[in-house]
């Protein structure tokens, strides 16, 4: 084999990986059909029958709430906003503790504040890297009223967390941003808790640019999301809804052509996780002849989506650093077309586990006296020093690889030029031993 590319030496692939592109002729005429009606917005924010949106908006959540198998969908301008109206949608009294991961978008997490709730960290489950169901049940007080999950990286969140909550007599909400399809026990993510949540943004499976859905099938649930998507205040009122707490008018709207695009974009879902499914089945069957890595986890009930191809990588093993290791598999790899400058879709961690951002660290979040941190009665609580979450802070800073190198887009020719690039890294793996990262 020859010589590594970070020393020179030729890399496995030179041209670039094939773009991950889903629109096509159906979304040009989709929106072409919006155009010509010329109403790109049928929504009104007061009691009225525009309050509920146009028609691409009502057939789009028609056709999700099909596909899911839910009875509500709700359309709205992200999976932020979705977050927001799926808490909110819960009416909690501030100072109520929310349950979240650590290892995630921090518009997750951000969530419960925004209603002045007070977001608690709970540790991941390190084959699954969705909250570790254990570790919740520790994080449990007499003030806490809601647990926020993640499908992260496309795995459904345990089933014991449903468990747990109906237990406690706590809401779970789902954040299935990334696992569009994803089933557990042939239920879809986003639909294993009271109310979930979908993204529409532009690098996940299917996209409208900007978007999201908000899932349920509690009808008082489902009515609190539409309001607070719509200017709730204003219309509280006509809808007859009596607990108005919670219900702050917002304008988290979709507008019609955007709908119009992820109508078409739902119908190629199953095929595009099909491929992603391929491509990821097979590469994690290839890299586990390499002793350090683990490559993701499927249980018998489990149909993963994949938004990304997340590996552990352990040291121990390998000896040298997973930096170094992931540094050396990049310089092996070209780039993706129409993601050029992003660079080899390769990396070493995630996100940093939020709690270290300093919104958490300073415990500030309104004004400048702590709000509504101060609320839990208790300056040391919640805990958000480093190595409170150890698992998630491993992950991140030591074990975790994830990359986008297996999506739909992809044939296994071009899996096997990733599988070629690791193994060649890990056969010339003693030549790295004298790098460390600041020397790359």
């Given at each position: 084999?020859s010589k590594?590319a970070?020393?020179g030496?030729?890399?496995?692939r030179?041209?670039p990986?094939?773009p991950?592109?889903?629109?096509g002729?159906?979304?040009?005429e989709?929106?072409?059909?919006?155009?010509e009606?010329g109403?790109?917005s049928?929504?009104?924010?007061?009691w009225?029958?525009?309050?509920?949106?146009?028609?691409?908006i009502?057939?789009?959540?028609e056709e999700w709430a099909a596909f899911f198998?839910?009875?509500?969908?709700?359309?709205?301008?992200?999976?932020t906003?979705?977050?927001?109206?799926?808490?909110?949608?819960?009416?909690?009294?501030?100072g109520?503790e929310?349950?979240?991961p650590?290892?995630?978008m921090?518009?997750?997490v951000?969530?419960p504040l925004?209603f002045?709730?007070?977001?608690?960290f709970?540790d991941?489950?390190?084959a699954?890297?969705c909250?570790?169901p254990e570790?919740v049940?520790?994080?449990?007080t007499?003030?806490t009223r809601a647990?926020l999950a993640v499908d992260?990286?496309?795995h459904?969140?345990?089933?014991?967390?449903?468990?747990i909550?109906?237990?406690?007599?706590?809401?779970?909400v789902?954040d299935?941003a990334?696992?569009?399809g994803?089933?557990?026990?042939g239920r879809?993510?986003?639909?294993?808790?009271d109310i979930?949540?979908?993204?529409l943004?532009?690098?996940k499976h299917?996209?409208?640019?900007e978007?999201?859905?908000?899932?349920?099938?509690?009808?008082?649930l489902?009515?609190?999301a539409?309001?607070?998507?719509n200017?709730?205040?204003?219309c509280?009122?006509?809808?007859?809804?009596?607990s108005i707490?919670g219900l702050?008018?917002?304008?988290?709207r979709?507008t019609?052509i955007q709908?119009?695009?992820?109508?078409?974009?739902l119908?190629k879902?199953?095929?595009l996780?099909s491929k992603r499914?391929?491509?990821?089945?097979?590469l994690?069957?290839?890299?586990?002849?390499?002793?350090?890595?683990?490559?993701?986890e499927?249980?018998e009930?489990?149909?993963?989506?994949?938004?990304v191809?997340?590996i552990?990588?352990?040291e121990?093993?390998a000896?040298i650093?997973?930096d170094?290791?992931?540094?050396?598999?990049?310089?092996?790899l070209p780039v993706?077309?129409?993601r050029?400058?992003?660079?080899?879709?390769?990396?070493?961690?995630?996100v940093?586990?939020l709690y270290?951002?300093?919104?958490?660290q300073?415990?500030?979040?309104?004004?400048?006296?702590?709000?509504p941190?101060?609320?839990?009665?208790?300056?040391?609580w919640p805990?958000?020093?480093e190595?409170?979450?150890p698992?998630?802070e491993r992950?991140h800073f030591?074990?975790?690889i994830?990359h986008e190198?297996m999506?739909?887009g992809l044939?296994?020719s071009?899996?096997?030029?990733?599988?070629?690039a690791f193994?060649?890294?890990?056969e010339?793996?003693?030549?790295?031993k004298r790098?460390s990262?600041?020397?790359i």
């Amino acid at each position: 084999m020859s010589k590594l590319a970070i020393f020179g030496g030729k890399p496995v692939r030179s041209y670039p990986f094939p773009p991950y592109r889903t629109l096509g002729e159906e979304e040009i005429e989709a929106v072409n059909r919006v155009m010509e009606k010329g109403q790109l917005s049928r929504f009104i924010g007061a009691w009225h029958p525009d309050f509920w949106g146009g028609e691409e908006i009502r057939a789009l959540e028609e056709e999700w709430a099909a596909f899911f198998n839910v009875k509500h969908a709700i359309a709205v301008n992200s999976c932020t906003s979705g977050l927001q109206c799926a808490i909110g949608a819960l009416d909690l009294e501030p100072g109520d503790e929310v349950i979240v991961p650590p290892l995630t978008m921090s518009a997750t997490v951000v969530a419960p504040l925004v209603f002045d709730c007070i977001p608690v960290f709970s540790d991941c489950d390190p084959a699954t890297f969705c909250l570790d169901p254990e570790r919740v049940q520790d994080a449990i007080t007499h003030r806490t009223r809601a647990i926020l999950a993640v499908d992260l990286f496309g795995h459904p969140i345990s089933e014991r967390l449903r468990e747990i909550a109906k237990d406690k007599g706590l809401y779970l909400v789902e954040d299935a941003a990334q696992a569009p399809g994803a089933t557990k026990g042939g239920r879809y993510s986003g639909t294993l808790g009271d109310i979930g949540v979908f993204s529409l943004n532009y690098h996940k499976h299917i996209h409208c640019g900007e978007g999201g859905i908000v899932v349920t099938d509690d009808d008082d649930l489902a009515i609190r999301a539409r309001l607070i998507r719509n200017h709730a205040e204003s219309c509280v009122e006509g809808a007859g809804v009596e607990s108005i707490s919670g219900l702050i008018g917002f304008n988290f709207r979709l507008t019609e052509i955007q709908a119009a695009i992820a109508r078409e974009q739902l119908k190629k879902l199953p095929e595009l996780l099909s491929k992603r499914r391929a491509n990821a089945r097979w590469l994690s069957k290839e890299l586990k002849d390499i002793p350090a890595l683990s490559p993701p986890e499927e249980g018998e009930d489990v149909d993963h989506a994949y938004y990304v191809h997340a590996i552990r990588y352990d040291e121990k093993v390998a000896e040298i650093s997973r930096d170094v290791f992931v540094a050396a598999v990049r310089r092996e790899l070209p780039v993706m077309a129409g993601r050029e400058e992003d660079g080899v879709l390769i990396r070493g961690g995630y996100v940093r586990p939020l709690y270290l951002l300093p919104i958490f660290q300073q415990k500030r979040c309104y004004g400048r006296k702590g709000y509504p941190f101060t609320l839990s009665g208790r300056s040391e609580w919640p805990n958000y020093t480093e190595g409170c979450c150890p698992v998630s802070e491993r992950l991140h800073f030591k074990e975790l690889i994830i990359h986008e190198l297996m999506h739909a887009g992809l044939s296994i020719s071009d899996m096997k030029d990733v599988r070629d690039a690791f193994f060649k890294v890990w056969e010339k793996r003693d030549e790295l031993k004298r790098l460390s990262i600041q020397d790359i």
